[in-house]
């Protein structure tokens, strides 16, 4: 294993112009893993979770989770990529600046930890690459539930002798927020009396998360709906999950296979939290199939037809709450709009500065016009392999498919970004006709 150092100056030397063919198969999904983690401190319960992909992200929070006194293990060399968590110690209750900032999600310990341990000590999440990313909803509505919260030193200090339930209204300017119902909800199982979250985020990740709470002995009904209603019990156990598959990492290889102009099969796909991509995709022209033409399983083989495509059509998109276009997969799509035969218009509603690819993809030959929240893209036949870097992880899974479908050479500085979200992916993109290699960045500059 190499040194984190060093990793953190890989790149990707990407050979453009390849078909792709065969099955690229999705992991377990990083954004509901994460919460999911974070669950297991409201326990002295064994939390077993199968399907948790071996990520950097992932990494991090194990890495929290030991601070915070859980014991974890994480089999990454067996398929089921096996994950064990047990609170071992209630007294340590510190989520450092040092671990905190390199992973914003570090902010789902808060909720749990307050309603397991009364006390919760986390340092507050800076600014972040993809914009202004505050957590004013998460501390509105904890303190609606009773916690006494100051800043202090940089840090959320959170306290609670036993939280109480209550009606809280948790939409904000942009929408509701996910890891913000996740905290609400999860500390609201213990809370005395019952919950009403409204205005909760309706993402597939927030049903995974009270699945695995209602299996560890939560009461909650409604989640995947805007209003969620939560009857706090005493004490919860232990459980076991499987982790839905990473609905972003699917629509990412769907969206190569569309701009690559391949028939390639994307197998253990959740198709059904991925029908506003898949409208998108048909707009443009291309097909997606479902094996036995169902849509509504979540782990579908769904076969990407972009082969018979000559050109893509543009198209509008504008990302939304789910079940609305995800900004987590507006870069790749703008990506592939850079090559549909005509203008196309992509507004960015849920992160308005959301854009550091577009900088990057210009520099390959795109044709990028943005205004505020909005970019025009007038689509033009090539895109040309250059040196390109960005700095967050959807914007830098863009420039890989840019990549793949561009004439000559792309090198993609700072993958490190990539391996916080995506299991392999050099791997499972060469496994079906890319050419990948991972480089230490001194060698291509
Ligand atoms: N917002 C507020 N106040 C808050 C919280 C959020 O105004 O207290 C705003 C945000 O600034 C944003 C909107 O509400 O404009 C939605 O943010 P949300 O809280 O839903 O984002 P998040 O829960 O912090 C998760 C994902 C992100 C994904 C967003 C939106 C995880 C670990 N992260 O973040 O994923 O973009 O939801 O769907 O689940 C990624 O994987 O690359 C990624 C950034």
Redesign the pocket.
């Known amino acids: 294993m190499r040194r984190d150092l060093e990793v953190l100056m890989d790149s990707f030397v990407i050979e453009g112009g390849r078909d792709l063919h065969g099955t690229i198969t999705i992991s377990g999904s990083?954004?509901a893993s994460?919460?999911l983690m974070a669950g297991a401190l409201l326990t002295d319960g064994e939390i077993a979770l199968s399907d948790v992909p071996n990520l950097r992200d992932i990494r991090n929070m194990i890495g929290l989770l030991e601070e915070l006194g859980c014991a974890v293990s994480h089999d990454i060399e067996s398929p089921a990529r096996q994950m064990k968590i047990c609170v071992q110690s209630t007294k340590p209750s510190h989520a450092r600046y040092e671990i905190v900032r390199t992973m914003?999600?570090s902010i789902c310990a808060l909720g749990p930890m307050l309603a397991r341990r009364g006390y919760a000590r986390i340092s507050m999440p800076g600014g972040c690459a993809?914009?202004?990313?505050?957590?004013?909803?998460?501390l509105r509505g904890l303190r609606e539930l009773g916690a006494d919260i100051h800043l202090d030193a940089g840090d959320i200090v959170a306290t609670a002798k036993r939280l109480a339930g209550a009606t809280i209204f948790l939409g904000?300017?942009?929408?509701?927020?996910?890891?913000?119902t996740a905290n609400v909800m999860s500390a609201a199982t213990l809370a005395h009396g019952v919950t009403v979250i409204e205005c909760a985020?309706c993402?597939p990740?927030i049903v995974e998360l009270a699945n695995l709470l209602n299996a560890m002995g939560a009461n909650i009904r409604g989640a995947g709906t805007p209003r969620v209603t939560i009857e706090g019990v005493k004490e919860l156990g232990g459980a076991e999950h499987r982790v839905m598959p990473d609905r972003?990492e699917a629509g990412t290889y769907l969206i190569a296979g569309a701009m690559t102009h391949s028939d390639l099969t994307i197998g253990n796909c959740p198709i059904d939290c991925l029908l506003s991509l898949e409208d998108r995709l048909k707009g443009c022209g291309v097909g997606v199939h479902c094996e036995n033409g169902t849509r509504t399983t979540e782990r579908a083989t769904v076969e990407v037809k972009g082969a018979d495509v000559r050109a893509l059509r543009p198209v509008q998109v504008t990302t939304q709450?789910y079940p609305g276009f995800?900004?987590?997969l507006q870069a790749q799509l703008m990506s592939m709009l850079c090559l549909a035969d005509g203008i196309s218009v992509v507004t960015e509603k849920?992160?308005p500065e959301r854009f550091l690819h577009v900088a990057e993809l210009s520099r390959m030959g795109a044709r990028l016009y943005r205004q505020g929240p909005t970019v025009v893209v007038h689509g033009v036949k090539q895109l040309i392999g250059a040196p390109v870097m960005a700095s967050d992880?959807?914007a830098s899974a863009c420039l890989v498919l840019a990549g793949l479908a561009a004439e000559g050479t792309t090198n993609v500085n700072r993958v490190y970004h990539l391996d916080r979200?995506y299991e392999n992916m050099e791997e499972k993109l060469n496994a079906v006709g890319a050419k990948i290699r991972r480089v230490d960045e001194g060698e291509v500059s």
């Not at 993809?130 to 998460?138: A, S």
């Not at 942009?174 to 913000?180: A, D, M, N, Q, R």
């Open positions: 990083k954004n994460l919460p914003r999600a993809i914009g202004d990313r505050p957590i004013d909803l998460h904000g300017p942009f929408g509701s927020t996910v890891l913000g985020a993402e990740e972003i709450p995800p900004t987590d849920i992160y992880l959807r979200g």
